[in-house]
Antibody, heavy 121, light 108 residues
């Protein structure tokens, strides 16, 4: 079925790195832009990064620019988020999400189940 | 950067009540405004796109309106299953998204 499944979350110390993966299935992965969105415990949604369908364009939120890198491997139907220099403020559930263009609107129409990242000493 | 605000931050209403949430953008975003519902422990779900278009499969008691900087989201008759947090979201032409802070809805 159509789904996104994140992995790679866990507990990590401040200053360390972590790489998240998102496996897509049930649709033509290479036909969609993809996002990472995070949600700190008890807080709202925070958009982090987007990558175009072929990976040629990438944009980041200011809070992660220079520390996080979004990438994709369309041959493996997989999205990645490399997170470096992690801080306690990066503690959150990280969602992989699919972008869909509807008319002139861009929406997120498919979300993964999320993977928890906890940054603590 | 465009900032999004929502009000109220939370509300409590009775089953059958009409509920309205507002969302304001810090600058004109035309109709590039979407609404999502998030239930506890779950991923968000798209309800409204392009400010006023109902996503396929979403009940017609949900609606949206507005353009420019001021938007509204309405539940015409609140149901118990509508409990959750509602987020507005805007995007620019680079696909950079910004979410509003959310409005938590529960039943009185």
């Amino acid at each position: 079925q159509v789904q996104l499944v994140e992995s790679g979350g866990g507990v990590v110390q401040p200053g360390r790195s972590l790489r998240l993966s998102c496996a897509a299935s049930g649709f033509i992965f290479g036909g969609y832009a993809m996002h990472w969105v995070r949600q700190a415990p008890g807080k709202g949604l925070e958009w982090e990064a987007v990558i175009s369908d072929v990976g040629s364009m990438k944009y980041y939120a200011e809070s992660v620019k220079g520390r996080f890198t979004i990438s994709r491997d369309n041959s493996r139907n997989t999205l990645y988020l490399q997170m470096n220099s992690l801080t306690v403020e990066d503690t959150a559930v990280y969602y992989c999400a699919r972008d869909r263009k509807v008319g002139t609107s861009e929406v997120i129409d498919l979300w993964g189940q999320g993977t928890m990242v906890t940054v603590t000493s | 950067d465009i900032q999004m605000t929502q009000s109220p931050s939370s509300l409590s209403a009775s089953v059958g009540d009409r509920v309205t949430i507002t969302c304001r953008a810090s600058q004109d975003i035309s109709n590039f405004l979407n609404w999502y519902q998030q239930k506890p422990g779950k991923a968000p779900k798209l309800l409204i796109y392009g400010a006023s278009n109902l996503e396929t499969g979403v009940p017609s008691r949900f609606s949206g309106s507005g353009s420019g900087t001021d938007f509204a989201f309405t539940i015409s008759s609140l149901q118990p299953e509508d409990i959750g947090t509602y987020f507005c979201q805007q995007h620019d032409d680079r696909l950079i998204f910004t979410f509003g802070p959310g409005t938590k809805v529960d039943i009185k």
